[in-house]
Every structure is written in C-alpha cells, then in structure tokens.
C-alpha cells in the first residue's frame, strides 16, 4: 500500500537572504520536488543554501495542467513543496489552483510560516492592527483602481496594499483624489533590503515625497492605507446601548438606520461604530 505524500507551503525570503528559516531549508532540501514561481529566479536562492532538489515551474499560465499533475505525483508518494519567488506563496502569488485540488483529494497540505510583505509592513507601520484588510494589488486600469478607493471613504481598517514603483506616484495621487489630501498613508519600500524604507504622512505628504526624487519611486512597495476614525464622542451612551441591543438581533446596518432615526445620528458613522464593537 503505498503512502501519499505531503504538499509543503514554503515561505522564502523577500529581500534578506538571512530570513529563510531553519525550518524551510530543512524542508526544501528533503522534499523530492519544489514546485516554483519562476525556476530561475529560485534557483539562485537554492544555490546560496546548496539545495539540489529538482524545480519545476508552477505560474498562473499552467497553474491548471499543473496542479493536476503534481497531484499524481503526490498520490504516488512524492513530497512537494511550493514556494513563490518571494514571501508567502498564495499571497498575491500562484498556488491556490494546487492547494485547492490537494485538499479536495485528501492530501495534507502543510504550512511553514515565514516572510510575508504584508505583514512585516503593517508590523512597523505604525497604524492600528487590531482590524485590517489586505487587498493584494489594485486594478490596472484608472476607472477600476479609483473605484476600489472610493470603497475606503468609510473604511475604518487599516488597508494593505502592493504596488509596483512605476505606478506607485499614480496610485498615491488617486488616493489624494478619492481620500482626501490628508487621509494618512504609509509606504514600504525594498522590504528587509539595504535601502529599506519606510515614509509616512498624510496622502498628500507621500505624493509630495515620491515626486521629489526619483529614487524615492524605485523598489517594490507596500502601501498601507489608514482606516476612518470614528468619533465616539458624537454618539451618547443611550444610543450606543440602543445600537448593541439591535446588532444582537438585526443586521448591523439595520441597526444602526434605526439607532440613526431614534437619536437623529448619521447612518454611517453608526455603522462604523458598529464595526468596531465586539460581538456580543
């Protein structure tokens, strides 16, 4: 009876050669293949680790035909492990196609934890973490990307973004359009690289920074955008209470139209309000 194998979710490093764990080494060295992004790009990672396991490449463009084949591999018994060409495979990275056929068949699918941009910005960014939302990469196109930030006025997490260096300018410049000047934004640059960087400020205080040296633009960026802050202090204690009464028995934005009629508040503020109340 022969035994499946294993499927190994691989996060590799996203600059600094020195964040690959102990653990993912370990793992790529003893897998009997690596499902990889781009061979050639990963093969310069697996040389700095001596690792001479046999790559074949997984990218959105063969994804499907793929998936199906390193299933059968893994049904035979073969172990294999994914990994991307930087960070957390699967995060605005190819991989999901092999995850999802895994799972459905019954194949263990097991992840390593390790470098990811998204998290490691938002870890220093210095804006609230208790609620985010992590958005991948806006749309290419202007009508569509400015359509994704209006969806923020009212937003009151704290939004995470990737943006490549030839559109970052445009994209801030959206949101000073759609947001406001002076809706507060943080930008993360060449992520645990030697010119790390990260700049703060209002929306209009980072568009003014990128367009002010040309380098400021280059290297691979995250964007975070700051949630809406709600004024508390604008709703009294009996409209709160009204607000919580319902949320337990109605849909929030339900809720808070009636809390809003009762009281003579604005819907949405009650409605953000509600979003940062626990559940009860």
Known sequence: MSTIGQLYIVPTPIGNLADMTFRAVSVLTDVDLIAAEDTRHSQKLMQHYGIDTRLISLHDHNEGQRAQQLLEKLQQGSNIALISDAGTPLISDPGYGLVNVCRQAGVKVIPLPGACAAITALS????????????????????????????????T???????????????????????????????????????????????GECLAWLLADDNHQRGEFVLLISGVK???????????????????????????????????????????????????
């Open 124 to 155: 220093a960014a210095g804006l609230a973490t208790d609620r985010f939302k992590f958005e991948g990469f806006l749309p290419v196109k202007k009508l569509a990307r400015t359509q994704a930030l209006e969806v923020l006025a009212l937003e």
């Open 157 to 203: 997490a704290t939004t995470v973004f990737y943006e490549s260096p030839r559109r970052i300018a445009d994209t801030v410049s959206l949101i000073v359009e759609t947001l406001g000047q002076e809706r507060p934004v943080v930008l993360a640059k060449e992520l645990s690289k030697t010119f790390e960087t990260f700049y703060s400020g209002s929306a």
């Open 230 to 280: 709600v004024d508390k202090s604008m709703v009294s204690n009996e409209a709160l209470s009204l607000l919580k009464r319902l949320m337990q028995e109605l849909p929030l934005k339900k809720a808070a139209a009636i809390t809003a009629e009762q009281f003579g508040l604005k819907k949405n503020t009650l409605y953000q309000l509600g979003l940062t109340l626990p559940e009860s």
